[in-house]
């Protein structure tokens, strides 16, 4: 019982952010929960015909209750390197909820590149966030929107990946520096000298809708201040509803979100904001007088049979598309910011190389080598230690023979990957030789790697954005995002910690990994 309770005394603060009223909630999961967590989720080896030999093996002594949980989150890699000298480069693992696949070193690419007809990334990262399910809890009795239909173009993935990319950030550069600076204004209008100290998830969730609404819902709407917070507080109940969600039984993760973390409201107000301003879009793309907006591509996109999305539909996709970019940004800002608080010598050459630009904008601060650089190593540094969840739609066949049954979740090693290389990776990739070994952060580790190599670009050394088919279609415009507000904040502000050390990231599940929940301290200059 002791180990229950400290798994989840250890991500307490992931789930409630502080706020004492989910205290009777959690004390009620510590008790209800074991009804979960001693029936095991199904396990697809048990109904398989596959040669049992030639599945991958269930790595020995998962506890009761917690499977493989405290030795996933003790030591970094320690524990996945015992199972991958021990039971080869794939194996199994229980941790509550779920039975999954590991993949380790080269069979990571082979997996990230294999058909979407094979693995599906959509499918499972909605064990890690069920975006999806939260919503039909919250908001299903008002509206459904229609099914999808594998014959469309995806509405979320496919604008972001024909039309957010680096080559048209002009396009947006204007909205995203307005939105930043209406912020730094309302939240970090200090005078020289003075300090704050800031909850980074608030912040950042905040900062982020705050740029990215009027990208996808357009200059008329999209500074909404009750728009802008309604996306914020979604993103942020809809990550905290997975983790109850993962490990409670349907019936009670159910009921918990629908009285605690239901959407209903912030839905409501994306409907009622955007469902006008869309019918006024709609005309002006008749005119050829629209703005360029996610919304208006989503309008212009047509369906399989030639006919476009209602209103309503577009304005109800929104949400999704705001969440998934509001996440992303500000989980890896808070890394960023972080790493920053504990190195006050690079921000000041981080400083002084902004200080060069001739404009502060988002197109100027992505040329910056040793920005770019730093966010590489962020995002090499702070990854998942499981992650890239996929679901095996058909048995999976292996490159070392083994093969994973179909209906299982796949996971992963990546932060092992990152520190000890895949076949093919040059260990430095051409870079300076004076770089700090794999394990250890280097925020110029990758300045001298080429002009052709930036964080955007997915490889067998940046595993972040994921690859093939499966890469995040919104890393350029994230990316630009968080260069730019990191040079702003860096020329105005220095960047510490109460304590003076960069505070410890969190572990979920032994898994996932969230960025410190230590405030940062912003000094005006």
């Known amino acids: 019982m002791q180990r229950i309770q400290d798994q989840i005394d250890a991500h307490y603060w992931i789930i409630t952010n502080g706020q004492s009223w989910i205290k009777p909630v959690t004390a009620i999961t510590l008790g209800i929960v074991l009804y979960k967590l001693f029936s095991p989720a199904p396990d697809p080896r048990k109904t398989t015909t596959i040669d049992p030999k030639l599945i991958p093996e269930l790595v020995a002594y998962p506890l009761p209750i917690i499977g493989h949980v405290p030795t996933l989150s003790k030591g970094r890699n320690n524990f996945l390197k015992e199972c991958v000298d021990r039971y080869g480069p794939v194996f199994q693992l229980r941790i509550p909820g779920q039975n999954p696949y590991v993949v380790t070193g080269d069979i990571i690419p082979d997996i990230m590149k294999s058909s979407t007809k ?24 008002k509206y459904k929107a229609a099914p999808f239909n594998s014959r469309d173009k995806n509405p979320a993935i496919y604008p972001i990946k024909q039309n957010f990319k680096s080559d048209k950030i002009h396009v947006f550069s204007e909205r995203i520096q307005t939105g930043l600076h209406i912020v730094l204004k309302r939240d970090l209008d200090l005078k020289p000298g003075e300090s704050k100290s800031v909850n980074m998830w608030d912040f950042l969730t905040n900062t982020v809708s705050q740029m990215s609404c009027p990208c996808f819902a357009g200059s008329v709407v999209g500074y909404d201040s009750e728009l802008i917070s309604s996306m914020a507080v979604l993103t942020q109940k809809i990550i905290r509803a997975g983790i109850f969600l993962a490990v409670l039984p349907s019936w009670l993760g159910d009921a918990i979100v629908r009285r605690v973390f239901s959407v209903e409201k912030e839905i409501d107000i994306t409907m009622r904001l955007l469902v006008p301003e869309l019918t006024r879009t709609r005309e002006e793309i008749l005119n050829g007088t629209s703005e360029v907006t996610f919304s208006s591509m989503l309008l212009s996109l047509p369906l399989h049979d030639g006919s476009l999305r209602s209103i309503e539909e577009t304005a109800f996709w929104f949400k999704s598309i705001a969440l998934s970019s509001i ?57 998942d230690y499981l992650g890239h969840h996929s679901l095996a739609l058909q048995d999976v066949q292996l490159r070392n023979g083994q093969i994973i049954p179909k209906g299982s979740l796949i996971m992963s090693a990546l932060l092992l990957a990152h520190e000890q290389g895949i076949s093919g990776q040059a260990t430095q990739d051409n870079h300076t030789k004076t770089c700090l070994p794999l394990d250890q952060f280097d925020a110029y580790r990758f300045v001298d790697a080429g002009e052709d190599t930036n964080a955007t670009d997915v490889n067998l050394a940046n595993l972040a954005f994921g690859l093939g088919a499966h890469a995040c279609p919104g890393r350029y415009f994230a990316a630009n995002e968080i260069k730019y507000m990191l040079s702003e904040l860096i020329m105005r502000f220095n960047l510490s910690t109460p304590s003076g050390k960069r505070g410890e990231n969190s572990v979920l599940l032994g898994t996932s990994v969230f960025p410190p929940k230590t405030p940062i301290v912003f000094t005006a200059i």
């Open 327 to 383: 996440h992303t940004t500000s989980h890896i800002s808070s890394f960023c910011l972080h790493e920053l608080s504990c190195r006050p010598e690079l921000v000041e050459t981080l400083r002084n190389e902004i200080n060069r630009l001739d404009s502060l904008n988002p197109e100027t601060t992505a040329t910056i080598p040793l920005l770019d650089s730093f966010l590489r190593e962020v995002l090499r540094c702070n990854i």
């Open 118 to 141: 094979i693995v599906s990334f959509l499918e499972g990262i909605k064990t890690l966030i069920p975006a999806t399910h939260v919503m039909e809890l919250s908001y299903d009795h």
